[in-house]
């Protein structure tokens, strides 16, 4: 059976979750259709999901069109857990992306939409709500041509629209609207034009599924996720308007990727694996560790399996040291994500005592999204996290108090800023004739930092005298660097600059006479990763730094009747 990765997108409460219980329901894989309100989804199953109606944590369904074998990622849609959006969409083969019929496009509609593009991922549009009042079918399409894309295929018409009884009626092939398709097939085009006769209904549908396969055209279907209009036909036509690519051979090499991470109730990490190419079955060894148990997504659940195979999702035991976008095998590099960093972070603190206990919760909650970190402030010693939004920590301090027992308390957000060096600046020590309380470490650094163009991030070069200074010293002083570099000055990150080594210095083992190695007369590696934060910060002292903070783009619509009241407001702000 061939398996298709489906991902359900969409802007917060456009009915994302209500499409995948619908789904579900359709395919007979659960009896009764959950409610978002009521708390009873199958797919929001954290209990913080369900109390506050959203989803944070991807979830994976399954269920069958045919001989296809669809695996259902639920994502979240409010913005502050875009991280988990980019996750599981480097893992799917096509997406299905909601837009409300009420609010039509909106700002992360478009944002999921020009990813989507760039990834050239497969994507058919769900006009959803159109039961609701406010849903009118020419305004929609409007907004979706001017705000989202101009290659549509129109599969269908409303009828009895913003009632009830709203119905998607699809159209037959002469019905279909092709110049969308006449951009990205010649024969559409020729038929056109009239330069050949119409084409057959068939060769209609075939260039249909081509083009909508090669993420050249996006299918829209009209419906409701809470009345069931149009959701069996979209069923019915996932495996005929995107992808179920085969994985090949078992005996293919691995390539597999890691798009999630959870604990489950003894503590353990669970993975969860898209495998590309091959196979992978229990004692399976990567890296030093072993694979000790593996459960496949399959209608209705998951069951225990002793091997899965290319196309299959599964989630694996046994992998301690995996994080989220690794890869496995012959996947290529590591996943780049695509979204930005979060701009802002909190304090966290805990009553005495529970500092430790916070500090192993919070390591278990970043390694499950890698764009969320952990700071650790060492001249206040507080423990930071970077966020997204409000909603984010609301969700990380319900869970510290529901899966670890901390009553965490959040200090105001403010912004995470950056240092940028504004000039060069260049320091150096010396290496002294014996160790002294004045100048304890047997070592001789220097060191140069340059300001970079914006964006460039951070370098590091070692010019100094090659084969002069052991590996294992240039490897002490290039990691304390890039550590260094994490808190400059002013406690913030060193951005936009290179770093360079130019003078290194240092005494070879020695002993006395008839005794074993003197520490204190021979350079260690302590020597250069204690010395080499003084220089640095000596040197960025000689540079200057300026400390600046994240900016953002903002577009804002609003009625034009009201613009005279809206246009004072913000040239207050």
């Given at each position: 059976m061939q398996s298709l990765n489906l991902g359900i997108l969409a802007h917060v409460d456009a009915g994302k979750t209500s499409l995948t219980e619908r789904l579900l329901f359709s395919a007979g894989v659960i009896g009764e259709i959950g409610n978002v309100d009521k708390g009873t989804t199958h797919t929001d199953t954290l209990d913080l999901e369900r109390q506050r109606g959203i989803t944070i944590k991807s979830a994976v369904a399954s269920f069958a069109v045919g001989d296809v074998s669809v695996n259902l990622i639920d994502t979240p849609g409010h913005p502050d857990f875009i991280a988990e959006v980019e996750r599981s969409v480097c893992v799917l083969d096509g997406v299905v992306l909601v837009i409300s019929a009420v609010e039509r496009v909106q700002s992360q509609t478009r944002i999921l939409m020009r990813m989507l593009q760039r990834l050239r991922i497969p994507t058919v549009l769900f006009?959803?709500?159109?039961?609701?009042?406010?849903?009118?079918?020419?305004?929609?399409?409007?907004?979706?041509?001017?705000?989202l894309t101009s290659s549509i295929v129109v599969l269908g018409t409303t009828r009895r629209c913003a009632t009830r009884e709203a119905e998607f009626v699809p159209f037959v092939p002469?019905?279909?609207?092709?110049?969308?398709?006449?951009?990205?097939?010649?024969?559409?085009?020729a038929a056109l034009i009239g330069d050949r006769p119409p084409l057959e209904p068939e060769q209609v549908r075939s260039a249909l599924r081509r083009n909508s396969k090669r993420a050249n055209v996006y299918p829209v279907i009209?419906?409701?996720?809470?009345?069931?209009?149009?959701?069996e036909f979209l069923r019915e036509n996932i495996p005929v308007l995107l992808p179920s690519p085969k994985g090949g051979a078992d005996d293919d090499p691995l390539?597999?990727?890691?798009?999630?991470?959870?604990?489950?109730?003894?503590g353990e990490k669970v993975a969860y694996l898209r495998l590309f190419k091959g196979s992978m079955a229990v004692r399976d060894r990567f890296d030093d560790q072993t694979v000790t148990a593996i459960d496949a997504f399959v209608p209705g659940g998951t069951e225990r399996r002793p091997k899965v195979v290319a196309g299959e999702i599964a989630k694996v035991w046994g992998l301690g040291g995996a994080?989220?976008?690794?890869?496995?095998?012959?996947?290529?590099?590591?996943?780049?994500?695509?979204f930005a960093k979060p701009t802002l972070e909190a304090v966290v603190v805990v009553g005495r005592g529970e500092r430790l206990a916070l500090h192993d919760a919070l390591v278990q909650l970043v390694e499950q999204d890698p764009l969320i970190a952990l700071r650790h402030d060492d001249l206040g010693q507080d423990l930071q996290v970077s966020l997204y939004g409000e909603v984010q920590k609301e969700v990380i301090a319900a869970t510290l108090a529901s899966e670890y027992g901390l009553v965490?308390?959040?200090?105001?957000?403010?912004?995470?800023?950056?240092?940028?060096?504004?000039?060069?600046?260049?320091?150096?020590?010396?290496?002294?004739?014996?160790?002294?309380?004045?100048?304890?470490?047997?070592?001789?650094?220097?060191?140069?930092?340059?300001?970079?163009?914006?964006?460039?991030?951070?370098?590091?070069?070692?010019?100094?005298?090659?084969?002069?200074?052991?590996?294992?010293?240039?490897?002490?002083i290039s990691e304390t660097v890039a550590q260094t570099m994490r808190q400059g000055l002013f406690g913030w990150e060193v951005t936009d600059c290179s770093v360079t080594l130019t003078y290194s210095r240092y005494w070879p083992r020695q002993s006395h006479a008839h005794q074993g190695f003197s520490k204190a007369m021979s350079s260690i590696g302590s020597d250069f990763r204690l010395l080499t934060p003084l220089v640095v910060m000596d040197a960025l002292r000689r540079a200057g730094?300026?400390?600046?903070?994240?900016?953002?783009?903002?577009?804002?619509?609003?009625?034009a009747d009201v613009l005279n009241v809206v246009l004072p407001v913000l040239a207050r702000l």
């Open positions: 006009i959803n709500k159109i039961d609701l009042t406010g849903a009118e079918e020419a305004p929609l399409l409007d907004s979706v041509t001017k705000r002469e019905d279909v609207d092709l110049s969308a398709l006449a951009d990205h097939d010649s024969r559409i085009l009209f419906g409701s996720a809470i009345t069931g209009a149009g959701v390539a597999a990727r890691v798009f999630k991470i959870e604990r489950g109730r003894a994080r989220v976008g690794d890869t496995i095998g012959a996947m290529g590099p590591r996943l780049q994500w695509h965490a308390e959040f200090h105001e957000t403010t912004p995470i800023c950056v240092e940028r060096p504004v000039q060069s600046g260049e320091a150096f020590e010396t290496i002294p004739s014996g160790r002294s309380r004045e100048r304890p470490f047997l070592a001789g650094v220097g060191l140069r930092i340059d300001p970079a163009p914006i964006g460039s991030g951070f370098s590091y070069d070692d010019q100094s005298q090659l084969g002069y200074l052991p590996a294992a010293f240039r490897t002490a730094v300026s400390v600046c903070e994240p900016w953002q783009h903002y577009e804002l619509e609003v009625p």
